[in-house]
């Protein structure tokens, strides 16, 4: 499974931002996907993540302001980032996995930067 992020970029604060997370198999539709991001310095936090079935789970700090989707007939995943802050800047990643237990396997997205200015 390989995964490819876009749409980061530069933008003010209180402006918006989609990412995209295009997968290279129907991955999203079996095993769901979430979103991290890891500022310089820091570890690599959840942001966001939807099961299979649709159900939503957001960080307390962007509750109410971005917005997880997938669009499963592309094989794509969705950030909606809106009213973004400076803390949020960060490097975004897609992730999602296969198998279960011991057989397991975590795929990443290579990264987008987020940068939110003042």
């Known amino acids: 499974v390989q995964l490819v992020e876009s749409g980061g970029g530069l933008v003010q604060a209180g402006g918006s931002l989609r990412l995209s997370c295009a997968a290279s198999?129907?991955?999203?539709?079996?095993?769901?996907m979430a979103w991290y991001r890891q500022a310089p310095g820091r570890r690599r936090d959840l942001v966001a993540r939807i099961t299979s079935s649709g159900n939503t789970d957001y960080a307390d700090s962007v509750e109410g302001r971005f917005a997880i989707s997938t669009d499963n007939a592309k094989n794509t995943a969705y950030l909606q980032m809106n009213s973004l802050k400076p803390e949020d800047t960060a490097v975004y990643y897609c992730?999602?996995?296969?198998?279960?237990?011991?057989?397991?396997?975590?795929?990443w997205g290579q990264g987008t930067q987020v940068t939110v200015s003042s």
């Open positions: 198999g129907s991955i999203f539709s079996t095993n769901g």
């Open positions: 992730q999602t996995y296969d198998g279960w237990g011991p057989y397991r396997q975590d795929y």
